[in-house]
T-cell receptor, first 115, second 114 residues
Framework: NAGVTQTPKFRILKIGQSMTLQCTQDMNHNYMYWYRQDPGMGLKLIYYSVGAGITDKGEVPNGYNVSRSTTEDFPLRLELAAPSQTSVYFC??????????????FGAGSRLTVL | DQQVKQNSPSLSVQEGRISILNCDYTNSMFDYFLWYKKYPAEGPTFLISISSIKDKNEDGRFTVFLNKSAKHLSLHIVPSQPGDSAVYFCAATGSGGSNYKLTFGKGTLLTVNP
C-alpha cells in the first residue's frame, strides 16, 4: 500500500520555466490537497479537490493550476516559475467523515528550487 | 492573520522527561484539532486529534489537552524518547462544509536528548 506518492522529489527550475508536480494516491480518497511549506512556516493550502472534476483555490493559489481527472491523481502545474515558488510541496489526501477530525495522509514532499 | 499559532519554534528536553508543546488559536469556529509529526525529508504524519467538545484525549504516551475558553491546546509526551525528535504541527479544522480544510501552525521543533 503506497499511500500518497509524489514525483519528483527534487527539482531545480529556471525563472519562467514550467513544470508539473505529480501526485497519486491508492487509498480511494475523495479529497486531495496541495500544500506548500516555506522555511520556518506552517503548511499553506494551495488548491484542493473534493472529487474528480472538482477543484478549488486555497490560501495561496496564485501562480499554480490543478486538475483532477481521476480519483487517484491530482497534478499541480507551475506555469511561469518564480523565485517565490521555491518551497517544499506536499500533496495529501483524505476520506471525508460526517463527524470526527478530517485526517490527511501526506506524501513525502517535492522540494522545488527556482533560480 | 495567523489563526493557529505555535509560539515556540523549538523545545529541548531530556529523555524520559515530559515534553509539552503548546498551540493557540483565534477562530472559535474550529471544531477539531490535530497534531502532526514531521521528520526531515518526510511528509507530516498524523499523531492525535481532539474534538472541541472534549478537554482531553490520550493515546499511549501522547495526550492532548484542550482549553476552549482560553483557545489553547497542548500536546504532552510522557516519557519523551529520542525518536520523538521531530517538528510537531498543530492544525485545526471546522465542521460541516469546511471540515476538510486544515489550518496549520508554524510548527515546533522538539529535540529529545539522550
Amino acid at each position: 500500500n503506497a499511500g500518497v506518492t509524489q514525483t519528483p522529489k527534487f527539482r531545480i527550475l529556471k525563472i519562467g520555466q514550467s513544470m508539473t508536480l505529480q501526485c497519486t494516491q491508492d487509498m480511494n480518497h475523495n479529497y486531495m490537497y496541495w500544500y506548500r511549506q516555506d522555511p520556518g512556516m506552517g503548511l499553506k493550502l494551495i488548491y484542493y479537490s473534493v472529487g474528480a472534476g472538482i477543484t478549488d483555490k486555497g490560501e495561496v493559489p496564485n501562480g499554480y493550476n490543478v486538475s483532477r481527472s481521476t480519483t487517484e491523481d491530482f497534478p499541480l502545474r507551475l506555469e511561469l516559475a518564480a523565485p517565490s515558488q521555491t518551497s517544499v510541496y506536499f500533496c495529501a489526501s483524505s476520506y471525508p467523515v460526517r463527524s470526527g477530525a478530517n485526517v490527511l495522509t501526506f506524501g513525502a514532499g517535492s522540494r522545488l528550487t527556482v533560480l | 492573520d495567523q489563526q493557529v499559532k505555535q509560539n515556540s519554534p523549538s523545545l529541548s528536553v531530556q529523555e524520559g522527561r515530559i515534553s509539552i508543546l503548546n498551540c493557540d488559536y483565534t477562530n472559535s469556529m474550529f471544531d477539531y484539532f490535530l497534531w502532526y509529526k514531521k521528520y526531515p525529508a518526510e511528509g507530516p504524519t498524523f499523531l492525535i486529534s481532539i474534538s472541541s467538545i472534549k478537554d482531553k484525549n490520550e493515546d499511549g504516551r501522547f495526550t492532548v489537552f484542550l482549553n476552549k475558553s482560553a483557545k489553547h491546546l497542548s500536546l504532552h509526551i510522557v516519557p519523551s524518547q529520542p525518536g520523538d525528535s521531530a517538528v510537531y504541527f498543530c492544525a485545526a479544522t471546522g465542521s460541516g462544509g469546511s471540515n476538510y480544510k486544515l489550518t496549520f501552525g508554524k510548527g515546533t521543533l522538539l529535540t529529545v536528548n539522550p
